[in-house]
């Protein structure tokens, strides 16, 4: 089979940035958060809700509309998209993982794990969360508990040693009740920003 | 040629985890930092001095017994740096970078910068600087500075719109002098620890 053949049976709008299986085998109890009614990634507690991979068709399913209420996304091209999707999958360590609303086809929740190959630790791999946003018209529905839960389990799954993320000062008691935690005298997170090419 | 001839080729010790080159390419003169004397990647000081990527040859250099002053690295075998070299070079955004003491085939300081690619920023890239050890007996040598600085223009060099790090409260002066910030309300690192497998 030549390359451009297989090429374009990979690129499907139904292929997953990572095998989905994985989502369906993490144990909620091994979180301390606390769920009321309580939910998982397998069972997200509607049965029109689903937690999974990111898929090449969520270009279409309003993946970047969301992500934009995060911050700036810019104008990206479907073309973008896909060679984005398709860099990470070939680097492999990129777990971008979202709700989708399925009677409406809309993706209404997202995050990322990326996982950084380390030397230390005996060639550990450190996890990071990144990402983070859910659509606030689902209020209620403990999502934005759901995909990071989801996400951070889905760490320890892969065999992170630890997991990491920077956040704002009102998000640290939600990370806390996450299993998160500002280690004394070592959680300073610092930026140096580069200006845009002129 | 056949796939295991290539592979045997790739494989010298004098292998680079990433081209070298760009290393002489960097304006220290963008950085904030203050150096005196003035020195560089390329120009590090002394002449038995050498700032360069990670090469295999670097296992037996002592690149792990200077990891080890950091942290924990565990007994890694040959065999095991061998893989995650070339798993870390085959991923892609991975920039191990060493200062080599030529007289005494010693790594005497090390910083990574690793990439992380986005959707968001128009599927923009973003850099983290991590693992920063320098052999404590090279103090007044300013390797500190040089190998943060360096990580930190190589960042800028390869697209980044941000660098990133997570350090002890009595790293932040020094990091500020780098041109790295704590951003108000918005600089915090937290970290979620999973236990060892048993």
Known sequence: MGLEKRHSNEETSSEYL?????????????????????????NPGEDWMVVRPLQRADFDKGFLQLLSQLTS????????????????????????????????????????LTIEQKFIHNCSVRGRLEDVVVNDTYRGKQLGKLIVVTVSLLAQAVGCYKM?????DHLIKF?????????????????????EPS
């Open 18 to 42: 990572y095998p989905p299986d994985i989502l369906q085998t993490l144990d909620f109890s091994r979180s301390p958060a606390k769920f009321s009614p309580k939910i998982s990634a397998a």
């Open 164 to 168: 990491s993320l920077d956040c704002k």
């Open 175 to 195: 990370y806390n009740t996450l299993g998160y935690k500002c280690e004394p005298g070592n959680s300073n997170a610092m930026n140096m920003r580069f200006e």
């Open 73 to 112: 996304t810019g104008n990206i091209t479907r073309k973008q998209f896909d060679e984005r999707f398709t860099q990470m999958k070939s680097s492999g360590g990129y777990y971008v993982t979202v709700i989708e609303d399925k009677r409406i086809s809309k993706i209404i929740g997202a995050a990322t």
